[in-house]
């Protein structure tokens, strides 16, 4: 099956600094690949995705770029805001295989944006 | 508007009781799925649904329960096998598998 491992698990930035998450996975079927952002008691909640046949996506100050030869993924956000802080979740779906359209997370980042 | 509304948002079990979370959607998804939380942790499948009256087990299915007899609907047992049931619980749906999730706020289950 798929597994996802994502880096770093905490990250402190200054208001305005860029953070950049990173994360690899196993299955080179996988073809589906979102981020989620996580708050304090609350679901996830989808903040930008990407599919294999696309190298960069972005949406504001929110990137997501994807290397399928290397297998990782990463997650830009530029100008970092006190209300980014949150938790953050990568994930990757396979296209085949047992795993087939399961979402597989990776551990999680704790992103703490100080003012 | 549409969503998905997991109920209660607390719940609290003695030990050898069985317990039911409700998960329900209206965003006309096909697929809906549990997943369990521990602190400092990802997210685990316990069970998926792609469709009505069908569901398998995802990596954790040991010790809980689902039935999928409505579109809208995918209620989680936890039963008194599971050992240990403390976490939070979150249910989540999708068009169809292999698309893009929208989760519910979740239930915390704590044993007393």
């Known amino acids: 099956g798929e597994n996802v491992e994502q880096h770093p698990s905490t990250l402190s930035v200054q208001e305005g600094d860029s953070a950049v998450i990173k994360c690899t996975y196993s299955d080179s079927a996988s073809n589906y690949f979102p981020w989620y952002k996580q708050e304090l008691g609350k679901g996830p909640q989808l903040i930008i995705d990407i599919r294999s046949n696309v190298g960069e996506k972005k949406d504001q100050r929110i990137a997501v770029t994807l290397n399928k030869t290397a297998k990782h993924f990463s997650l830009h956000i530029t100008e970092t805001q006190p209300e980014d802080s949150a938790v953050y979740f990568c994930a990757a779906i396979p296209a085949g295989g047992t795993s087939y359209g399961k979402l597989t997370f990776g551990q999680g980042t704790i992103l703490t944006v100080h003012p | 508007d549409g969503g998905i509304t997991q109920s209660p948002k607390y719940l609290f079990r003695k030990e050898g009781q069985n317990v039911t979370l409700s998960c329900e959607q209206n965003l006309n998804h096909d697929a809906m799925y549990w997943y369990r939380q521990d602190p400092g942790q990802g997210l685990r499948l316990i069970y998926y649904s792609q469709i009505v009256n069908d569901f398998q087990k995802g990596d954790i299915a040991e010790g809980y329960s689902v039935s999928r007899e409505k579109k809208e609907s995918f209620p989680l047992t936890v039963t008194s096998a599971q050992k240990n049931p403390t976490a939070f619980y979150l249910c989540?749906?999708?068009?169809?598998?292999?698309?893009?999730?929208?989760f519910g706020s979740g239930t915390r289950l704590t044993v007393v």
């Open positions: 989540a749906s999708s068009i169809k598998i292999n698309y893009g999730y929208t």
